[in-house]
Each structure stands twice: as C-alpha cells, then as structure tokens.
C-alpha cells in the first residue's frame, strides 16, 4: 500500500516560570514538560555553545494532538514517553489547556492549535472531534499540490496567531505537492510584565563572560529589590544559584539557573526536570538584592525528528512502521517535525513566540547578584508546573 507523507509542523510563543507546591505525583503540564525538557538536554548536547530555546509545554502539545490518530506501537511509544494512561488523557488535558490560559493568570498566555489538511483527505470524525474538544483545534482544508501559496497561508496564520513574532515557519519545499496531506501546528503565545520592573535609565553596558570564554559587553538591566534565590546541588556536587523572577500576576514565573564561576553550563541542564524545579522552592528564600540580568533575545529553529526518536518515539517517522490508523483510512506518517520559538527580554518584561545562569557576588549589603555568564531560563506556569519556554544563553 502506498505510503502518504504526514508534515507535523509547529510553532510556539511564550515566556515565563517557576515555583509550585511539591506534589507525589507530577501533574499532566509537567509530564510533558519533563519530556520537552530531555528534548532540550539532546538538542544542547550537540550546542554546547549556542543560544537555544525550546517550549516543552509545545513538544508535548503536537504529541497531544498526534495521539487520537495513532494506534498500535505508535501510540504505546507516544504514550510510555509522556507518561500519559493507555485509556487516554484527554480530559486532564482539556483541563490543564484551560488553566494555561485562564484570564485569572493576568499575563497573556494564548494557546492556539490548527490542523492543515489536503483538500479532500478523510480524516477520521473521532479524531477531529477529540482534537476539537480537548485543544479547541481549528480545522481547514487547503491544496497542497501548490505549496508555494500553501506555505504563505500556513505562515500567515501562524504570523496572525503570535503576534507576528513567528514568521516563514514553513517553505514550501517542506510541502510535496503530492504526498503532503495534513500539517499540525500548536502555537503558544507569552507575554509578561515583570512583578518589579527595571528602570531602563538603570540599563547599562556591562561586560557577560560568552559561552566560548570571550568577554563581550551587553545591556545589563539592574534593580534593587527583593527576589527569592538559592544555591541548588546537583547529584555530581555542582553548585548553581537559581533566583525567581515573577511576573505581575504572581501565575508565571522566570527561573534563572547559573552555575559557579568557571563551571560551564553543561554540567548543570542534564540534571534539570520538574521534579528538579519543585525541589528549589524548598531551597529559595526571599531576599533584599541588588539584581543585574541581561536583556536578551534569541529566535531559534529546532528539528525534532533526531531528539524525539532518540527518546524512543521513531515509529511515527517511518514510512514503514507509523500507525495513524486512528487519525485516517490513508496510511501516513510524520515527515517533519519542528518547533521555532522566539523570545524577547527587556525591562518591562517578556514576549515569547513558539519560545540562567545567576551568579551572586556579595558587594556590601545588600549582596549584588549579577547574571554575567551563560545561563538557563525556564519559564514556568506555578498552578500547573507547566513549563512554556526554556533556554540556553551563551551570548545575549
């Protein structure tokens, strides 16, 4: 039988993160979030020295809405690594959808879903109405056999969705014009002001010590004022500092990772999960600081095929084993996966779209807690333990 290739695309915006009660069992947000996460750690084991930024909370989401429509070991491979329940998870996700985006978060936290399939193409109603109702996932029928304007219709919802921070997701050339008969895209949009601001007349440049060991002068942003910050462990007896920053609306939270001087930050993201963020709360105490954080962007594009495969879900990227059999009486499977987040620092606070180090250096009282090395960032839904975005700076 002949073969139908499946594009499984996204794109996601947000930022923000941390802090949560310690729970037995973690949460639907941080079973996924705990997958995106050993998403992250392959993708930076082979960039040691980049900018990355990833949203876990979007990996898992594409999985959410691929998982009605597989069956066999498709779905038992899909299933084992979120560590979802074999009878489907759907209700516990159709509530933890409606908690990320709840209006009672005050900072703007958008979750849009879409499926793109080829006109005339039988989907499944099971699937769709599953997708419908747990994800409110909109469905539009398009000509692929024009990829050219397919793209342009695709990247134009997903520019209309976050904000105009995710452009050109797609080129054509990832569309065959007669193969392609569904494209998949969840987007998460983030937008945050911080709970204490930076003054912008604060903002200096100072110097931040890259990733490649090179001194490099960046805009600091600096402000005194109370944060909770601690010193964390990790199983091999590296030390890191992590320090919270909340955003207005006390849901969302920054976290800020930075490992001791001259300990690169490699040694420290093997070691991160939810269970790991849970555990800091109990480690953090609120203190009066004077802070200095970079501003920062970084706008990167992720392949998930390796990363995803490699962490046991690969049946759905072969012609040969994908089991979509629940998704469409034409045989398909996942010829592309992919995720490009964006995200934007400054002092009123964060925008992300798809999409640390602290280091304390006592100077007099109060202690200065200055960001100036590469460092990791999560940004995390409290309630939930949903983590949207997170990243590596190795250069601001």
């Known amino acids: 039988m002949k073969h139908v290739s499946f594009l499984c695309l996204y794109a996601l915006v947000t930022l923000c993160a941390h802090k949560g009660v310690l729970s037995a069992a973690p949460s639907y947000g941080e079973r996924g979030s705990d997958l995106g996460i050993q998403v992250f750690q392959q993708v930076v084991r082979s960039k040691p020295l980049e900018n990355v930024v990833l949203s876990p909370h979007g990996v898992a989401s594409i999985l959410g809405m691929l998982l009605p429509g597989a069956q066999g070991e498709t779905r038992k491979q899909i299933i084992s690594a979120l560590r979802y329940k074999k009878n489907g998870p759907y209700k516990m996700l159709k509530k933890l959808h409606k908690n990320l985006t709840s209006k009672s978060n005050q900072d703007l936290v958008q979750i849009t879903n879409g499926m793109f399939s080829q006109n005339g193409f039988p989907m499944e109603e099971t699937f769709m109405a599953t997708n419908k109702a747990n994800f409110q996932c909109e469905s539009r029928s398009l000509d692929f056999s024009n990829p050219t304007a397919a793209a342009d219709y695709i990247n134009q919802w997903v520019r209309n969705k976050t904000k105009g921070h995710i452009t050109n997701l797609i080129k054509a050339d990832m569309l065959d014009s007669t193969l392609t008969r569904l494209v998949a895209l969840n987007s998460i949009y983030f937008k945050g002001s911080w709970k204490s601001g930076f003054q912008p007349n604060n903002t200096k440049m100072r110097s931040f010590t890259g990733g490649d060991g090179n001194l490099y002068k960046v805009s600091m942003m600096s402000q005194l004022s109370i944060f909770n910050l601690g010193m964390a462990t990790t199983p091999q007896g590296v030390k890191y500092r992590v320090i919270e920053l909340p955003y207005h609306g006390n849901t969302i939270s920054m976290l800020i990772a930075v490992p001791a001087e001259d300990t690169p930050l490699s040694s420290v993201i093997p070691h991160i999960s939810t269970a790991t963020v849970q555990s800091w709360a109990k480690l953090m105490h609120m203190r009066k600081v004077r802070l200095l954080i970079p501003k920062f962007s970084a706008d990167v594009e992720v392949d998930l095929k390796a990363p995803l495969s490699a962490l046991g879900i690969a049946d759905m990227f072969s012609q040969d084993a994908a089991d979509f059999t629940h998704l469409s009486t034409e045989p398909v499977y996942v010829s592309k996966a992919l995720q490009k987040s964006k995200i934007i620092v400054n002092e009123e606070g964060t925008k992300a779209a798809s999409t640390t180090t602290a280091i304390l250096m006592a100077r007099s009282s109060p202690p200065w807690v200055t960001v100036d090395r590469p460092?990791?960032?999560?940004?995390?839904?409290?309630?939930?333990?949903?983590?949207?975005?997170?990243?590596?700076?190795?250069?601001?």
Do not use: V
């Open 375 to 396: 460092f990791l960032f999560l940004i995390r839904h409290n309630p939930t333990g949903t983590i949207l975005f997170m990243g590596q700076i190795n250069q601001p």
